[in-house]
């Protein structure tokens, strides 16, 4: 079997977005992808904000499924109640993992500032910092909106249009919140590398824009957030 | 008033952001807060969104500066808020008990965590008790309890003109699921669907020239005598008795025929509503009873749903241990409905466990 | 200019006033009304008094005004100040609710240079609630609660108010503390606290030496002699921080 470059190299994907854009979704559906491909993976939690209201509920599910998934469990919490901005030493070293590292990053007002607390981010050349857009928030529902949004974020390279509405996704919600994602990557200049659909909705008619598709198994739901 | 949501539309969003926005859209002025887990997002979101419509914001040093600022800001003439969670909750007793005495309408949102003490940052129906009677007045306040972001956003526009109306704090009671759950919901400029908001006045800085156009305005929330306490009691006292019939709001399904009736509030009822149509589904007539306002409570309704139904049992369940059941017993004094409760402190309590109830005790 | 014995911004129906004979109370509020009058700002303040001896001003002045909680004055008056920058705000308090039960919302209004004006009576002691032993208590000072005199191996020394203040405060702030034994002087430091406010300086702060013979126990000469004698040295009188020039000491 021959290996060229780009199999042979590590993934390394930071997912940023505001609550409810769909981050974690992201993550775990990029991170599953790569693990059916047989390849180990990584998943990093690095919600700082609230960290144990993300991936903690599920961590267990997903590490069945074959991720290694750095995440604050229920024993790392016991006793800390508030929390807050807690980071925990595996997730700082995260990139000592060997594989492809997933970063879901929490919200904030840092945005991709964040990443400065895994070490050795800044010596990575293949990451990857993905903003994931969803155009049914409140902070990011018109164009002018996601352009202040993405530009205050720092750095990013990428986009992922999920504009969703939870239990109450159509495809008309989709292709009319994607519609004003795309403008905003046109002027922003930034690739959008899918539109990401849920699953259930795969043989509706979504405007894809020419883009390429993802579809999406939901996640999050188990983990009650 | 700035329409700051414009065309109506659907979002989607935590419960500490649909707050956050609903003050927006409620036109308040400026927010006092202290952090707290659950409701961190919104302090977080006010300050993103403050400056750009002219709002104001202070992060105080404790809950306590927070109450009283709030009380400032409200005697002063502006639509004033905060924001907390459980020990928040229980040092802001001493400003909510200011704002009770001298008929301050003050807004808090309160989301509820687990307790006594620090408990767990993440969800309880323990602030009941401490949210409808804190303090050391009489209950003299008003309280929603949410079950949805739809309605966190709706009551919380609601609150703000109960508020200012009435002039009786209110309390918008979610809990940490409502905080941080995702769901969609529709935002809108209360103008948009024909909702007055209230102005507000203040209470000192009147304006004009004192001792010409008026005279002072002297605020008193302390008396010398005892017949001045009780008569300035018994008069808030009849005065909110008298409201309450205006302001009391509360959801009853299939109590027509019921045998059991479920009675719950804020996100427990989502589950009962579940319960009790997957009940009524397998042929067992169940009722639902949920209290949207929990003071003033809706005692008249309650008791005429167990009159019309003829039930035989009420079955109140919530994330504590019988604080929700403490108020109905307290308001339906005298009813002869047996009571069954199921008690989940600190724990969210889901359709399977209503119906696993409903039928060991049927 | 004519003196008038009683300032304009005095509330007559609420006067003669309630405070015992010979405290310091009444020679700090009429301060308090002449600065007032003179800086015709009477339609613009808003008084709020604290818990303790403070209330018996709570309907003192013709402007106006708000009773809080003990303790609670300072964040009152910030809220206010926060939510109508034009009005003056001017909390009025004991050295119990600011040093002690109120302390964290004097220390942290401070720090933020809160634009409102904080006048905190010290007079060594809880008088309302029956002469109890207050931060201010000197050492050796007899009270209630210290009925052998204050002992500081148990109990601390004197809370130094404005010296900690000053600390904590950025240059456009107005710290000092006054006499109810120099008039002028405490008219001179409550007028500047208040024009310290009104150009939107900062935190302005005065603290008031003061008397209780009540609950002193003294007459006439003694509690004077306690003021000058005793509470003067202990506390030293003057302008700590001012952005107004040279302080005077």
Known sequence: ?????????????????????????????????????GRRVTLVDLDTVEPFYTLRPIKNQLEKLNLNVISSSREDSFGLGETGAMLIPRARWALRNEGDIILDIGYGVFGAQTLNLVEDIDQTPELKVIAVLNASRPMTNSLDRILEYVEGLGRVDAIVANTHMGDETTPEIISAGNEIIV???RILQLPIIYVAIVEELKDSNVNNFGLPVKYIKRHMPAAMW | ?????????????????????????????????????????????????????????????????????????????????????????VLMQEPFGMAEAMRLPLLAIIQQRGGPSSGTVVYSQQEVSLTTYGGNGEGHRIVYSTSTHQEIFDYIIKGFNTAWKFRFPVFILGDGYQAKMREPLEMYDPESRGIKMEEAYPLIGLGGKIGQDRGPSH???????????????????????????????????????????????????????????????????????????????????????????????????????????????????????????????????????????????? | MAVQAIP????????????????????????????????????????????????????????????THHGRTTPVMVGIKRSRPELVCVGYMGDGGGYSIGSQHLLNSAVRNEKVTLILVNNTNYGMTGGQMAP??????????????????????????????????????????????????????????????????????????????????????????????????????????????????
């Not at chain 2, 700051?4 to 859209?25: H, P, R």
């Not at chain 2, 809706?298 to 504590?320: D, F, N, T, V």
């Not at chain 3, 004979?21 to 002449?34: D, M, R, S, T, Y």
């Open chain 1, 183 to 185: 403008e905003a990557a």
């Open chain 3, 136 to 249: 201010t208590t000197l050492p050796g000072q007899k009270t209630e609660t210290s009925p052998y005199g204050r002992d500081p191996e148990l109990t601390g020394y004197p809370t130094m108010g404005p010296e900690f203040i000053a600390q904590l405060t950025p240059d456009s702030a107005y710290v000092a503390r006054a006499t109810v034994s120099k008039y002028k002087q405490l008219k001179k430091y409550i007028k500047s606290a208040l024009r310290n406010q009104m150009e939107g300086n900062g935190f302005s702060f005065v603290e008031v030496l003061s008397t209780c013979p009540t609950n002193w126990r003294t007459n006439a000469q003694q509690t004077w002699n306690f003021l000058e004698d005793e509470m003067e040295k202990y506390f030293p009188v003057g302008e700590l921080k001012t952005p107004f020039g040279k302080g005077d000491k």
């Open chain 1, 1 to 37: 079997m021959i290996f060229t470059f780009e199999e042979n190299s590590r993934i390394v994907e930071a997912y940023i977005g505001e609550y409810a854009s769909g981050k974690s979704e992201m993550a775990i559906n990029r991170a599953l992808e790569l693990s059916n491909q």
């Open chain 2, 219 to 362: 605020l008193c929330n302390i008396y010398s005598l005892e017949e001045e306490l009780y008569e300035v009691i018994t008069k808030v006292q009849a005065e909110y008795d008298a409201l309450a019939p205006q302001i009391t709001e509360y959801d009853e399904k299939f109590c027509e025929d019921a045998d059991i009736i479920l009675v719950t509030h804020g996100v427990v009822s989502r589950a009962a509503d579940d319960a009790v149509k997957a009940l009524r589904a397998q042929g067992i007539k169940a009722g639902y009873f949920r209290p949207i306002t929990l003071r003033p409570f809706p005692q008249q309704e309650l008791r005429a749903a167990i009159a019309k139904s003829g039930a035989k049992k009420l079955l109140i369940a919530e994330s504590a241990i019988g604080q929700l059941e403490r108020l109905v017993k307290q308001e339906i004094y005298g009813e002869t409905v047996k009571i069954e409760t199921l008690f989940m402190p600190g724990v969210g309590i889901i359709e399977s466990d209503l119906i696993d109830k409903v039928k060991s005790v049927l």
């Open chain 2, 1 to 89: 008033m700035e329409r700051v949501i414009g065309e109506s539309k659907k979002s989607f969003m935590t419960g500490n952001e649909a707050a956050a926005w609903a003050c927006l859209a409620a036109g308040a002025d400026i927010m006092f807060g202290y952090p707290i887990t659950p409701q961190n997002e919104i302090m977080h979101y006010w300050t993103r969104m403050a400056p750009k419509y002219g709002k104001g914001f202070l992060q105080t040093e404790d809950e306590l500066s927070a109450g009283f600022t709030v009380c400032g800001g409200v005697q002063s003439g502006k639509k004033a808020f905060t924001a907390t969670a459980g020990p928040g909750n």
């Open chain 3, 8 to 67: 304009k911004s005095w509330y007559l129906p609420s006067k003669p006033h309630k405070f015992c004979p010979g405290c310091g109370h009444g020679i700090v509020l009429k301060a308090l009304g002449e600065v007032i009058d003179e800086l015709e700002i009477q339609d613009q303040v808003i008084f709020g008094c604290d818990i303790g001896c403070s209330l018996l001003s709570w309907n003192f002045f013709a402007c106006d005004s708000t009773q």
